[in-house]
């Protein structure tokens, strides 16, 4: 852990804010240092908060913490720098949340190897609020997954991420093209 760092020393010991006759005395040392061991690790870790905060040089065991502050929640099997980049990707993955390209940007991410997304297209809108918008209910998106030569995809989580990234008031159906997993 960042708070047992061995030899972790402040840069500015206490000792040395006070005055003269204290910093002479071995009592005041003394008690100073202990101070100095508490707080070193609470001032190395504000002088390196923009490390904390970006994804590519977070520790590990903060990482999951950091993904959850974006609203990202990698999967704890995929390997550090996947989930790293994924919590790097959360404010474009956000910004095209709900449209074609966002969608496809998601799926790949989960290790699809090609995705297509069809979209039926258009909107509708009604005068009168809180009734039912006009127009065509059948209104769908379709992705089409290709799974990666080597390894598979997890079926269920990709079926779970389309309907959690697409737009509430649009169906959605999933078709993988290739072999099934086994």
């Known amino acids: 852990m960042r708070g047992s760092v061995e030899d972790l020393v402040a840069p500015r010991p206490l000792i040395d804010s006070l005055p003269g006759i204290y910093q002479e005395d071995e009592l005041a040392r003394l008690l100073t240092s202990v101070f100095d061991d508490a707080l070193a690790p609470v001032v190395s870790t504000i002088d390196n908060l923009a490390a904390y905060l970006d994804p590519a040089l977070t520790p ?10 974006v609203g990202m929640l990698p999967d704890e099997t995929w390997p550090i720098e996947r989930r790293r980049a994924i919590v790097a990707l959360a404010a474009q993955l956000y910004r095209k949340r709900g449209t074609a390209v966002g969608l496809t ?12 997304v069809q979209d039926s297209g258009g909107a509708t809108w009604s005068k009168d609020p809180g009734s039912k918008a006009p127009g065509d209910p059948s209104r769908s998106v379709t992705v089409t997954v290709t799974p990666p030569k080597k390894g598979q ?30």
């Open 60 to 69: 590990a065991d903060f990482l999951d913490w950091l993904s959850g502050w």
């Open 105 to 116: 940007m998601h799926v790949r991410l989960l290790g699809a190897a090609d995705v297509e």
């Open 153 to 182: 995809l997890d079926r269920g989580k990709i079926e779970a991420l389309v309907a959690s990234a697409k737009p509430a008031h649009v169906g959605h159906r999933v078709v993988f093209d290739g072999p099934p997993a086994k």
